[in-house]
């Protein structure tokens, strides 16, 4: 069938064209089927993204497109790395970065070496740790709201009847010193189950023979988690630190949904007060000396990372 | 063969031909841009009429309030045809003026003799004018409102409640008129028992995200004499914005957050706050007058159990409130400003503006709230007229957003996370104020 609909189409395709056709190298060809995408990339990635650096030298703003754009130089660029607000904010990113990439690799990596243990029911078990990765984060975030809620939230009840602190002490959103932990928490039940994931690949790609030998080596099992199992599989849970990292940097739905950056700017981090400078303030250039900033040290941070995943990969 | 095609071809003209007429139809169809929120609802009863009298069709794109402004500056700022008309923010006049979003109203006014010596001078002011005080008008007063009270009238009249308040604080339990009273009774209230359910003293204003917070500490700032500006001199804010007085007032806001509201409430706004109230939780409820008509109607919490109040005296005796409500504008993106205008002109009219307000809108045509049946028309009409009496409002800059933005930050901060001093969080307040005035050329 595909057959003849390709003799069709090639009886109706014009001499003169057809010759062209077939004059094409393979690699022009090749040329003629990227292209379409590498246009599209250019027009939604490439370049936003040079005009954002035009923009970053300049007092534009998206809600005065009357107003003369001027050239400011370097001047935003400055009073960003001047800004002790900004300080802060990168301050708090750093603190969700460190803190959900360490709770969900620890438990990760936990979770996946259970699994990978193959108990009776392990994979209804696997399906069920996957649920929370599944759903939206705008869900997520309205459920742990309710979740949370002092007065009517199960969570305080639940923290309560083991702590006797009363419900509506547990002020899990409100409080300056639990809030950032609130989203921690929720961050890593939903993302765990993703580094679990790629944990368990990393686990079952582990040939069996080498625990054979180990095992005829009278290793103990301590031995062989540290010398085989956790070598293995490091590029594994480096990948995973890698992923969630980039991801954790961006993070901006969840705090958005469950404390807006508040109480104050316990919780603001660094995307959050892009937003706020971009379409809340309506500091466009500004903003985008920022967004420049922050893609800059993702970008430089993430290839330090890969060179090192290399190196261990290569070990 | 050939039936089948003439089936096809007379399906497909008849297709094109009734959706051209649909087409024509509708092509007078205006569409109004607002906030989704009750008064919206009642406008679009009202302009059923409109539509009856003029056979101009009425659609309407109502947004939530978290997203209102963000939607609608950016339908703006992009020349977006959405909007015909244009029920914007008081504060988006400066802005929208200077912009080219807003058509100027001035000849039109003119020409159909609707005077702004009609509509309530405070509403003039807030919702149409730019500059401000100055006769340049870019909307048509629709919306009038400002922030007040609402307390439990069932609780405040129980008997036993009554003796203990004034045991306590020597005046009989009512309505307060200071702020100081306001805390009285809401301490009060903080977590007593009645009818077998814990309440709390009052909810009020503390949202961080758009700009729940400023409009109420605001409320309390104004009275204790803040002012954003040395009258003598525009832009010069220190000594004014951070002044002593101002200073005890934010103070003031945050021993009324810490002491007296519901647990978990540091992040409520208009809803927050109408919730709070309907499930009974609170003694005293802090909202807009929009709130009002619906909470009458509650069946839980309205009717004779409710009453009203003006935002509270200062310690000095100065008595302000927020402004909030809208202006109606045309937008100049639209291809239908004619039209546009002809709605507004219907609804500048006498008729339909004692219309509006028996809705559930508030009118702000002095016709219809000098009225002398207006107080009692409804039981909230005269806290509401009172209130109206003693506004102001914020920055109704084209800056207003960064300028709103700072004062969240700032008020946040300091009132939920006790992060500084209130005078911390007033000199900061200057410092980012300056730096937005100084953006903009102005200082």
């Known amino acids: 069938m595909l057959n003849r609909t390709a003799e069709n189409v090639a009886r109706a395709t014009p001499e003169p064209l057809a010759r062209k056709v077939r004059g094409i190298s393979d690699k022009g060809l090749a040329w003629l089927f990227i292209s379409p995408t590498i246009l599209l990339l250019l027009a939604i990635n490439i370049f936003p993204l040079f005009w954002a650096i035009y923009l970053s030298f300049t007092n534009f703003r998206a809600n005065r497109p009357n107003e003369v754009v001027k050239n400011l130089g370097f001047a935003n660029y400055q009073r960003i790395l001047g800004d002790q607000d900004i300080w802060i904010a990168m301050q708090t990113t750093a603190h969700f970065v460190f803190w959900t990439i360490l709770l969900q690799t620890l438990i990760g990596f936990t979770l996946a070496w259970l699994i990978d243990r193959k108990f009776r029911g392990h994979a209804f078990w696997t399906t069920i740790i996957l649920v929370p990765m599944m759903l939206s984060p705008a869900v997520v975030g309205n459920f742990w709201r309710f979740l949370y809620e002092p007065q009517i939230g199960l969570f305080a009840y639940a ?157 | 063969m050939k039936s089948s095609l003439k089936l096809a071809l007379g399906l497909t003209s008849a297709i094109t031909a009734s959706t051209a007429v649909s087409n024509v139809a509708h092509a007078e169809d205006l569409t109004l841009c607002w906030a989704a929120w009750d008064p919206a609802n009642a406008l679009v009863e009202l302009s059923k009429d409109f539509t009856k009298e003029t056979g101009i069709g009425m659609k309407f794109e109502f947004v939530p309030w978290t997203n209102y402004a963000d939607r609608f500056l950016n339908e703006l700022n992009s020349h977006g045809k959405l909007c015909d008309l244009i029920i914007g923010d008081s504060q988006w006049i400066g802005g929208s003026a200077e912009n080219g979003h807003y058509v100027k109203l001035n000849d039109f006014f003119d020409k159909e003799k609707i005077s702004m010596d009609d509509f309530v001078p405070a509403t003039v002011v807030g919702y149409s004018e730019w500059p401000k005080n100055t006769p340049n008008y870019w909307a048509l007063p629709a919306m009038g409102d400002v922030v007040g009270w609402t307390y439990r009238k069932d609780w405040f009249s129980k008997p036993e409640l009554q003796k203990e308040f004034k045991e306590k604080y020597g005046w009989d339990l009512g309505p307060p008129t200071t702020f100081d009273q306001l805390k009285q009774v809401a301490e009060f209230f903080q977590k007593r028992e009645i009818d077998g359910k814990t309440v709390y003293g009052a909810s009020i204003y503390t949202e961080r995200g758009s700009e729940g917070i400023t409009m109420g500490a605001m409320d309390v700032l104004y009275s204790y004499g803040f002012q954003y500006e040395n009258p003598k001199k525009p832009y010069e804010m220190e000594g004014f914005v951070n002044s002593p007085d101002a200073v005890k007032g934010l103070e003031f806001y945050k021993s009324l957050y810490d002491c007296c509201t519901p647990p978990g409430a540091s992040n409520s706004y208009m809803g927050e706050g109408v919730d709070a109230f309907k499930s009974g939780q609170v003694a005293m409820h802090m909202n807009f007058a929009f709130t009002w008509p619906g909470l009458q109607k509650d069946e839980n919490v309205g009717g004779d159990k409710i009453g009203y109040f003006v935002n509270p005296k200062g310690p000095g005796g100065a008595q302000f409130a927020q402004l909030g409500g809208q202006g109606i504008s045309v937008v100049s993106y639209s291809d239908k400003q004619e039209s546009a205008l002809k709605f507004i002109k219907w609804f500048a009219n006498k008729d339909v503006q004692a219309k509006w307000w028996s809705l559930g809108g508030y009118s702000c045509l002095n016709a219809v709230v000098k009225d002398p049946a207006f107080p009692s028309s409804q039981p909230y009409a005269q806290t509401f007229l009172d209130s109206m009496a003693i506004v102001k409002d914020f920055w109704a800059e084209p800056s207003y957003a960064p300028l709103l933005q700072a004062s969240q930050k700032r008020f946040h901060d300091y009132v939920v996370a006790g992060q500084g001093s209130a005078k911390d969080a007033l000199d900061g307040l200057v410092k980012d104020w300056t730096q937005v005035f100084q953006d903009d050329g102005k200082m």
């Open chain 1, 159 to 315: 923290i309560s009847f083991v702590t006797r602190i009363p419900p509506t002490d547990i002020q899990m959103l409100s409080n300056v010193s639990l809030a950032p932990w609130s989203i921690i928490i929720v961050d890593t039940w939903m993302w765990t189950p993703y580094v679990m994931l790629i944990c368990l690949a990393g686990l079952r790609s582990i040939p069996e023979y080498i625990y054979e030998a180990a095992e005829v080596d009278r290793a103990s099992n301590w031995r062989q988690f540290w010398s085989i199992t956790l070598p293995m599989a490091l590029p594994f849970i480096m990948l995973a630190v890698l992923f969630r990292g980039i991801e954790n940097f961006k993070m901006f739905d969840m705090v958005n949904l469950l404390t807006g950056g508040g109480p104050g700017s316990t919780t603001e981090v660094a995307s959050i007060t892009l937003k706020r400078q971009a379409f809340e303030s309506w500091r466009t250039g500004y903003s985008s000396a920022f967004a420049i900033i922050l893609f800059v040290a993702v970008f430089g941070l993430a290839n330090i990372y890969v060179k090192a995943l290399n190196k261990v990969k290569q070990r």
